[in-house]
């Protein structure tokens, strides 16, 4: 029995369509487990990701069009003559595509690291070829295209593995400055998230009408926790201080 020429075409676009899915679903999950196995970088997975999903559409839509009789190479000769628009047309694309190149192989940030980029500041959950999302506090995801950071400055907060906790205090004149400069080191070595080195250290900066204005430096090597250490830190030294008020 003879098939339809209409309905074989249908059945091998539906085949070439489901096959490229699971292509690309298939590489996605052994992408995955390898970078688990192996301890691959997760921007790698995700670029890596990225090109094969791109890819496999690609000869997938060539397969289709020579399926149903549309002459590919007509149509590259199309898209030559038409270059130049396109090209206009797709500059976006193009600028997000080499920007996420280059970020990868400069290595400027990576998946984990929190990122802030024009008022913007979260944790990287995704670099691909074209946008790079990252979370903020709030768990808001946030999509940025990756030509903005070829525009725009951008600060890496956990490029180094280790940040510095500052906290700024007022110490009274009717202190003991030594004495309590000699607690306040003491206390604060004594949290765990603190490094040994550098060592913790107190400056003076100015002496203002109500007291000593000083500045209290730890570091550590978490940088995901800057913040919750400096609001440690101040709620110790606080007891601290109206202990010695009393």
Do not use: C
Not at 171 to 199: A, R
Not at 201 to 212: P, T
């Amino acid at each position: 029995m003879e098939i339809n020429p209409l309905l074989q075409d249908v059945i091998l676009i539906s085949i070439t369509s489901v096959a490229a899915v699971i292509i690309i679903k298939w590489a996605s999950y052994l992408l995955k487990k390898t970078g688990e196995r192996w301890e691959i970088d997760l921007t790698a997975i995700h670029v890596t990701q990225d090109i094969i999903k791109y890819g496999v559409f690609l000869i997938a839509l060539s397969l289709i069009l020579r399926e149903i009789g549309i002459d590919i190479t007509g149509i590259f000769i199309s898209f030559g003559i038409i270059g130049i628009a396109i090209g206009f047309a797709s500059r976006d694309i193009i600028a997000n595509f080499i920007s996420g190149m280059l970020i990868l192989f400069d290595k400027s940030f990576k998946v984990g690291d929190t990122i802030e980029i024009s008022n913007h500041k979260g944790q990287v959950n995704k670099l691909g070829l074209r946008t790079t999302n990252i979370t903020t506090p709030d768990n808001s995801v946030i999509t940025i295209p990756n030509s903005s950071f070829s525009k725009n400055p951008y600060v890496n907060h956990t490029y180094m593995d280790r940040r510095r906790v500052d906290l700024n205090i007022t110490i009274p004149y009717s202190f003991d400055l030594e004495k309590l400069s000699e607690e306040i080191i003491k206390i604060v070595n004594e949290f765990e998230w603190v490094m040994v080195s550098p060592k913790p250290n107190l400056m003076l900066i100015e002496l203002s009408d109500v007291g000593a204005k000083a500045k209290i430096t730890a570091w550590t090597s978490d940088p995901w926790k800057v913040a919750d250490y400096r609001s440690i830190m101040a709620e110790e030294l606080k007891k601290i201080l109206v202990t010695e008020n009393e």
